[in-house]
């Protein structure tokens, strides 16, 4: 279990798949995020979209927003800042929000913006979020980061989060750099 448990920093590679009108595999090894459109014709994957590259200010914020009354304070002031003028970008951000990590954070990776799902005091079992760092968290994280992005869970950068157990679960705020570090302020603000 020592060697399962390791820092996302460790990772020497992550990726996911997407399907829909086609399918898509994004990766990296540590040398930028490339992606790879199966041609079904051939039967193979071929180079779509060679060095994805996430723009540093975003337009648009993806967060489930029924989840409102569940939330701490920090991330109400978040999510607030993000459908006002009053945040870095000076005008509202657009809500995306499909329901799916992966396409949510694909869709951003390639345009810009942020997905969030902070912890809430729904279930407290899950109090400290929902995502799992070893297998959402964790890969999503390196991939964003070779992409020029960042992710964190609020506090503290994803890839630097000693994991404890197989299955724990943290909130997640990845995309544009910018986008995260102004979601990351309202957490130090409270902290302060």
């Given at each position: ?35 790879f ?22 337009k ?47 869709r ?60 724990q679960?943290?909130?997640l705020?990845?995309?544009?750099k ?15």
């Open positions: 279990m020592e060697e399962v448990l390791q820092k996302g920093e460790n990772q020497v590679a992550a990726g996911y798949f997407i399907y829909g009108s086609s399918t898509m595999m994004v990766y990296t090894t540590g040398s930028g995020v490339h992606g459109t199966l041609d079904p014709s051939v039967g193979e994957f071929l180079l779509s979209n060679p060095n994805i590259t996430i723009p540093e200010q975003g648009v914020y993806s967060v489930n927003e029924s989840y409102w009354d569940y939330w701490d304070e920090p991330t109400k002031k978040c999510v607030s800042s993000f459908k006002s003028s009053n945040n870095r970008r000076g005008k509202p951000y657009s809500l995306r929000y499909i329901g799916s990590l992966v396409s949510d954070f694909h951003n990776l390639l345009s810009g913006g942020i997905f969030m799902y902070p912890k809430d005091n729904r279930d407290p079992k899950k109090s400290s979020g929902k995502l799992r760092l070893m297998c959402e968290a964790n890969p999503l994280a390196y991939v964003v980061e070779q992409a020029g992005g960042a992710a964190s869970d609020g506090r503290k950068r994803i890839l630097e989060i000693d994991p404890h157990e197989l299955h679960r943290v909130p705020f990845i995309g544009s910018n986008d995260v570090e102004q979601a990351v302020s309202f957490y130090q603000e409270q902290d302060a």
